[in-house]
T-cell receptor, first 115, second 114 residues
Framework: KAGVTQTPRYLIKTRGQQVTLSCSPI?????VSWYQQTPGQGLQFLFE???????NKGNFPGRFSGRQFSNSRSEMNVSTLELGDSALYLC??????????????FGPGTRLTVL | AQSVTQLGSHVSVSEGALVLLRCNYS??????LFWYVQYPNQGLQLLLK??????LVKGINGFEAEFKKSETSFHLTKPSAHMSDAAEYFC????????????FGGGTRLMVKP
C-alpha cells in the first residue's frame, strides 16, 4: 500500500506570492492533518480535516488555509508569503480522527523556501 | 494548554550504549503520549504510543518507553544503540478531545559514535 504522498517535494517562492501544497493520504484514510516544521518553532499543528470538514485549527494567521476533497486528498494554501513561512510542511493521514487509537502516518513533507 | 518538554536538544552515545531520551508533559489529565523519529529529509515515523493500556510500551527497532504519572514523564530508552538510530526524536501528546492534533516537544537529536 502506498504511503502518504506530498507534492511538490521542494518549492521556492518569493515574498508576496501564494503557494498551494498537496497531500494524498494512504488509500482508505479519511483524516488528514498538516504541520509546519521550522528550526525556531519546531513542529506546529496547522489544521485537521475529516470528511471534507475542518475539525481543528492551530494558531496560525488566516493566510494559511486548507481544504479536503471528496477523495480525501487535501491541499493547503499560503497567501502573501513571508520569509518566516519557509519551513517543511508535513501532512499526516489516519483512518479516522482520534489519533490516540489510530496511528497517524506522515508524508515526507514539502520543503518551502521563501526568498 | 498542555505542553511537552524534551530535556536535551542533542544527545550523544557510543554504539552499544544505553539510549535515554527524556520527555515530560504538563497536563492535569494524563494525555495520550507518542514518540516519533525523523530521519534526514524524511517525515515522521511512529516509534510507539501510550494510550493507558500499559505503562511500559514497546515499540519498533528495540525502543521502549515507560509512562510514569507521578513524574509526568514518558522517557524513551533502548538498551544498545546502533549507528542507524542516529536521527531526531520527538515526543508528542494528544488530548482525548483534540482529534488528531499532536503537540510536539522540541526534539532531541541523537548522535551515535562508533
Amino acid at each position: 500500500k502506498a504511503g502518504v504522498t506530498q507534492t511538490p517535494r521542494y518549492l521556492i517562492k518569493t515574498r508576496g506570492q501564494q503557494v498551494t501544497l498537496s497531500c494524498s493520504p494512504i488509500s482508505g484514510h479519511r483524516s488528514v492533518s498538516w504541520y509546519q516544521q521550522t528550526p525556531g518553532q519546531g513542529l506546529q499543528f496547522l489544521f485537521e480535516y475529516f470528511s471534507e470538514t475542518q475539525r481543528n485549527k492551530g494558531n496560525f494567521p488566516g493566510r494559511f488555509s486548507g481544504r479536503q476533497f471528496s477523495n480525501s486528498r487535501s491541499e493547503m494554501n499560503v497567501s502573501t508569503l513571508e520569509l518566516g513561512d519557509s519551513a517543511l510542511y508535513l501532512c499526516a493521514s489516519s483512518l479516522v480522527p482520534g489519533g490516540f487509537t489510530d496511528t497517524q502516518y506522515f508524508g515526507p513533507g514539502t520543503r518551502l523556501t521563501v526568498l | 494548554a498542555q505542553s511537552v518538554t524534551q530535556l536535551g536538544s542533542h544527545v550523544s552515545v557510543s554504539e552499544g550504549a544505553l539510549v535515554l531520551l527524556r520527555c515530560n508533559y504538563s497536563s492535569s489529565v494524563p494525555p495520550y503520549l507518542f514518540w516519533y523519529v525523523q530521519y534526514p529529509n524524511q517525515g515522521l515515523q511512529l516509534l510507539l504510543k501510550y494510550t493507558s493500556a500499559a505503562t511500559l510500551v514497546k515499540g519498533i527497532n528495540g525502543f521502549e518507553a515507560e509512562f510514569k504519572k507521578s513524574e509526568t514523564s514518558f522517557h524513551l530508552t533502548k538498551p544498545s544503540a546502533h549507528m542507524s538510530d542516529a536521527a531526531e526524536y520527538f515526543c508528542a501528546v494528544i488530548h482525548n478531545n483534540a482529534g488528531n492534533m499532536l503537540t510536539f516537544g522540541g526534539g532531541t537529536r541523537l548522535m551515535v559514535k562508533p
